[in-house]
């Protein structure tokens, strides 16, 4: 039995999907396929981390359209809807980020962090 404000059911979500866009990097070459963003999250249902202003966010990849480093502890994150964060105090939006692995055509180039000048994913 389903409550007032119970939320969707399980079925009512679509499967996970992988991560896939590019990453452009400082010096301007661009990567493009499936992404593993800081090594450990590759779907769309995994969650970026960050905070600011003393709130943690916990966002799940599939409403992020775009992350860029700009300084070592802070990225900006644009949102499907537009909506713009500046995150840090977290591993995937800081100097902690172990990089974006890239996948293409039988390839794999690893981005470190300090490389990222911006990720995109496609949807």
Do not use: C, M
Request: net charge negative; aromatic share 6%; charged share 25%.
């Amino acid at each position: 039995v389903e409550g007032k404000g119970s939320g969707r059911g399980y079925a009512s979500y679509g499967a996970a999907r992988p991560l896939a866009g590019r990453v452009t990097t400082r010096q301007g070459e661009t990567h493009g396929g499936e992404l593993v963003f800081d090594l450990d999250e590759s779907f769309g249902s995994e969650l970026l981390n960050g905070s600011v202003d003393g709130l943690e966010y916990s966002i799940p990849f599939a409403l992020v359209r775009t992350v860029a480093p700009r300084s070592k502890g802070v990225s900006a994150v644009t949102l499907l809807d537009g909506g713009e964060l500046l995150l840090g105090d977290a591993t995937d939006v800081g100097a902690g980020n172990a990089g974006v692995l890239v996948r293409a055509a039988g390839r794999e180039t690893l981005v470190s962090w300090d490389e990222v000048a911006r990720v995109e994913f496609d949807r």
